[in-house]
């Protein structure tokens, strides 16, 4: 059973905990670490030099776009990526803001 932990912190940080939840999988690092600034990729773009299986880095890539850290656009057959500037940044701020009263 899946331990939901989000309902022990408080609702304004739930967001940012799934964006953390998220970036902790080495995988899901490796893959974002691969954007480029502004750049958009596709499942298959990201499996090519990817070591793992095109249905492996689509679970992964569904987990980043639901936590917030990628937005994505469906194009034709394609679905295109893109690191989440603001939704990154907005927890990060919001991190760094409770280090500063909080130190």
Do not use: C
Not at 7 to 23: C, D, G, H, N
Not at 68 to 93: C, P, Q, Y
């Amino acid at each position: 059973m899946k331990n939901d932990y989000t309902q022990t912190i408080p609702a304004e940080w739930q967001a940012m905990s799934r964006i953390f939840v998220a970036l902790g999988d080495e995988h899901r690092q490796r893959i974002l670490l691969l954007f480029e600034p502004g750049e958009r990729l596709n499942v298959g773009q990201i499996a090519e030099v990817s070591t793992l299986a095109r249905s492996t880095v689509s679970h992964h890539l569904k987990i980043l776009h639901e936590s917030g850290v990628l937005a994505s656009e469906k194009l034709g057959k394609e679905v295109w990526f893109w690191i989440n500037r603001d939704s990154l940044e907005t927890t990060f701020t919001n991190v760094l803001n409770y280090l500063k009263e909080n130190s």
